[in-house]
């Protein structure tokens, strides 16, 4: 299971998880229903089987910031550049100023969102593994005024997509770019004229739709390091079609965190995306999508 380290990953203890409120359907009926010590042993599982792939850093959690765990949603992060949440909710703004002094201290340039531009990174906001294109979900969360004010600070093509159905409330729930150019993803989690335009930019064989079960098991909220996958479960037939194109698949049960509406990509966030393209080379080709200058 070694590989070359090349990939690095924030992730944060769950010392302080719980579900303590309902702010997306999975939380509905979960409030103090998660056990911590199995929480405490899945997440272990997924960071040391992520340890075997990639670099894993961590950062403490903070007593009252429940969410924290899932810092996915911390930032984007773009070579030397981390775009900062702003999350919606109040329950979850008190995160911020931890995230942003631990990025700044990692000597990343930390930028931030008007308080009326609701951002939550990478949760909503995933880089394409075949081109320069960042694929931004809005409609739950994020809000669409996002995307020209990313696109103009990272210099990159933004496509955005309308997110339909809200227990897939952030991108990264339905949505899976993957090495090698496929994707994973749920379309019904999506409104038609997103559908169209997923399947206008990816090629059919490179686009793998999964079934509402798999949805549902967050089998697209998945951690991918090279050529590998790790996620809570997928069906045989998905797993199936994941190895047919080269993944190694590696499921890892992620209940506790299911009930708060996360599991393996939740709980991480890469720290070491690249620039694919020099500054300004990359225009945009897409109605939806968008550049503006920095």
Same mark, same amino acid.
């Given at each position: 299971?070694?590989?070359?380290?090349?990939?690095?990953?924030?992730?944060?203890?769950?010392?302080?998880?719980?579900?303590?409120?309902?702010?997306?359907?999975?939380?509905?009926?979960?409030?103090?229903?998660?056990?911590?010590?199995?929480?405490?042993?899945?997440?272990?599982?997924?960071?040391?089987?992520?340890?075997?792939?990639?670099?894993?850093?961590?950062?403490?959690?903070?007593?009252?910031?429940?969410?924290?765990?899932?810092?996915?949603?911390?930032?984007?992060?773009?070579?030397?550049?981390?775009?900062?949440?702003?999350?919606?909710?109040?329950?979850?703004?008190?995160?911020?100023?931890?995230?942003?002094?631990? @990025?700044?201290?990692? !000597?990343?340039? +930390?930028?931030?969102? =008007?308080?009326?531009?609701?951002?939550?990174?990478? #949760?909503? %906001?995933?880089?394409?593994?075949?081109?320069?294109?960042?694929?931004?979900?809005?409609?739950?969360?994020?809000?669409?005024?996002?995307?020209?004010?990313?696109?103009?600070?990272?210099?990159?093509?933004?496509?955005?997509?309308?997110?339909?159905?809200?227990?897939?409330?952030?991108?990264?729930?339905?949505?899976?770019?993957?090495?090698?150019?496929?994707?994973?993803?749920?379309?019904?989690?999506?409104?038609?004229?997103?559908?169209?335009?997923?399947?206008?930019?990816?090629?059919?064989?490179?686009?793998?739709?999964?079934?509402?079960?798999?949805?549902?098991?967050?089998?697209?909220?998945?951690?991918?390091?090279?050529?590998?996958?790790?996620?809570?479960?997928?069906?045989?037939?998905?797993?199936?079609? @994941?190895?047919?194109? !080269?993944?190694? +698949?590696?499921?890892? =049960?992620?209940?506790?965190?299911?009930?708060?509406? #996360?599991? %393996?990509?939740?709980?991480?966030?890469?720290?070491?995306?690249?620039?694919?393209?020099?500054?300004?080379?990359?225009?945009?080709?897409?109605?939806?999508?968008?550049?503006?200058?920095?």
């Amino acid at each position: 299971m070694k590989t070359q380290h090349r990939d690095v990953f924030l992730m944060c203890a769950p010392t302080h998880f719980e579900v303590s409120y309902v702010i997306n359907p999975w939380m509905a009926g979960n409030v103090a229903a998660a056990d911590p010590q199995l929480a405490a042993r899945q997440w272990q599982a997924l960071r040391d089987a992520l340890g075997e792939l990639a670099e894993v850093r961590e950062m403490p959690g903070v007593p009252g910031v429940p969410d924290m765990v899932f810092t996915a949603n911390a930032a984007l992060v773009l070579g030397d550049t981390a775009v900062l949440s702003r999350f919606r909710h109040a329950e979850r703004q008190a995160e911020e100023p931890h995230f942003a002094r631990w @990025l700044a201290d990692q !000597g990343l340039r +930390v930028l931030r969102m =008007p308080d009326e531009i609701a951002f939550e990174g990478a #949760g909503d %906001a995933l880089l394409d593994r075949h081109g320069e294109v960042l694929w931004m979900g809005y409609g739950h969360r994020t809000d669409v005024r996002a995307a020209p004010m990313v696109a103009g600070w990272l210099d990159v093509e933004v496509q955005s997509l309308k997110l339909a159905d809200a227990r897939f409330y952030h991108l990264d729930t339905c949505f899976c770019p993957l090495e090698g150019g496929y994707l994973m993803y749920y379309p019904g989690a999506f409104d038609l004229a997103s559908q169209q335009v997923i399947a206008r930019r990816v090629p059919a064989a490179r686009r793998i739709a999964v079934e509402l079960d798999d949805a549902l098991a967050f089998a697209c909220n998945t951690v991918n390091a090279g050529r590998h996958v790790l996620l809570n479960r997928a069906s045989t037939g998905l797993r199936q079609q @994941l190895e047919g194109r !080269g993944f190694t +698949v590696h499921e890892l =049960p992620l209940s506790e965190f299911m009930r708060a509406g #996360g599991a %393996a990509k939740c709980l991480t966030l890469k720290l070491s995306e690249p620039r694919r393209h020099a500054s300004g080379t990359s225009g945009t080709s897409d109605p939806g999508a968008m550049r503006l200058s920095a």
